[in-house]
């Protein structure tokens, strides 16, 4: 009986690893060689994993501590990674910052902090056009991220061949974090290209990160990364903005995490907007209550705070993010839930990508040290400063309960 079961059970689980291809996959590549691209990916599904199965349960049972309040998430880091940062000395910057972040939320919470970088692999960029027009007038690829194709204005058909450059590029980015005499900090990405994603999946693992998450663009309940993530036992993160409705996020808990199993898979990071904490947040937390689903809560408030300066670059106030940040801790300790993370855009370095109050107060200084491949970073200093404060309105705020 018992054998019929797991046989059952392993049939269906190698079909959902395919299945997603019956679907309707928003952000898909055309490429024009797609005789390339299944080469790439048969090489793919031949090469080493990157992370162990086990390295994921552990994980996914830490998540589910910070499910139930015993701990704290911090997952940060650049918005879309460079194949040219991958280099020992901006890496180990990225890791010192997180633990430094770590550490900080550590003292605030009085909780364990479970370190999450974006890196070693956030290689890939959903856009809302997949065409640009440039000044020349000439319509060519947005870029979409390393994995796909250049920055470069000139380069921008998406190459096939990107994707062994990626999983390389992951790799060596792996080994370097392993080598840190640190504390463990697990890998995450978005799972955006999904032949690339199921390329490096074994049955029931995505073993390219520890985790990935779904993006705001790719979260459809009939879509192709719904289904694709369905099958995993990764902690899967699910972007949520303002326009999810509650229905539609415990649609996408019933089918993540059926019957909530298995526990600490889904983490709904929500993005609203630091406006649109107060209206959207509650009602998302009373239905998922409701619903009897235990998932991580966590607050990416750099998604829903950007906006374009009159020389063109995007950009984000510290403020904001803060006032998101802490207003859905707020809402959270109000209704009888928790908070159990937070998820920033930041690099290791003294970027000036973001404007705050100190280091970088004018939009005509983002210039100078502008090098973000996608969305605005915080820089070190900023990164820090935005973990200091909302630390200390955690402890501020349990003085008052
Ligand atoms: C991101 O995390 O870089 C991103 C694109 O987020 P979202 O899907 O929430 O817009
Ligand atoms: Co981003």
Redesign the pocket.
């Known amino acids: 009986m018992s054998q019929t079961a797991t046989f059952v059970q392993v049939g269906q689980r190698d079909k959902c690893l395919d299945s997603w291809q019956d679907k309707p996959a928003a952000q898909a590549v055309g490429y024009e060689d797609t005789d390339l691209l299944q080469q790439v990916c048969d090489t793919l599904k031949h090469l080493p994993p990157l992370v162990s199965p086990e390295e994921i349960e552990t994980a996914r049972h830490q998540f589910y501590d910070v499910a139930v309040g015993k701990a704290f998430i911090v997952q940060a880091g650049d ?2 990674e460079s194949f040219l940062d991958v280099r020992y000395d901006i890496i180990r910057r990225k890791v010192e910052l997180l633990h430094e972040q770590a550490r900080i939320l550590e003292a605030a919470f009085n909780k364990p902090v479970i370190r999450v970088g ?1 890196i070693a692999g ?1 290689y890939a ?2 856009r809302s056009n997949p065409l640009e027009t440039l000044p020349s007038g000439e319509v060519v690829h947005a870029f979409r991220g390393h994995i796909i194709n250049s920055e470069n204005e000139n380069d921008r058909a998406p190459d096939a061949t990107r994707l062994l450059s990626g999983y390389f590029h992951a790799a060596v980015s792996h080994n370097t974090i392993r080598h840190l005499p640190t504390p463990t900090i697990y890998t995450s990405h ?1 799972a955006l290209h999904l032949p690339y994603e199921a390329s490096l999946s074994r049955e029931d693992y995505n073993l390219s990160a520890t985790t990935v ?7 459809q309940l009939d879509g192709a990364h719904v289904e694709y993530a369905r099958g995993l036992r990764n902690p899967i993160g699910v ?3 303002p326009t999810a409705t509650a229905e539609e996020i415990v649609a996408i808990l019933d089918v993540l995490s059926p019957d909530r199993v298995p526990a600490g898979k889904v983490t709904l ?1 929500t ?1 609203l907007g630091h406006k649109r904490v107060r209206a959207v947040l509650p009602a998302l937390i009373r239905a998922v209550q409701l619903s009897g689903h235990v998932p991580v809560w966590m607050s ?1 408030p ?3 705070n950007i906006w374009t300066t009159p020389d063109g670059h995007k950009t984000r106030r510290v403020s904001d993010m803060l006032h998101e940040l802490k207003e859905t801790y707020a809402v959270h300790r109000e209704l009888g839930s928790h908070l159990g993370g937070i ?1 920033l ?1 930041q690099t290791g370095d003294a970027v000036t990508e973001c404007l705050d109050e100190v280091h970088v107060t004018d939009a005509g200084d983002l210039a100078e040290g502008y090098t973000s491949l ?2 605005p970073r915080l820089s070190v200093d900023q990164a820090l400063d935005v973990v200091r404060d909302f630390a200390g309105f955690v402890r501020g705020y349990k003085r008052e309960v």
């Open positions: 918005c879309a974006r956030q960029k959903p978005e998450w779904l993006g705001e663009r790719t979260r972007k949520v903005g990071i993005r990416d750099c998604h829903g998820h855009e996608c969305d």
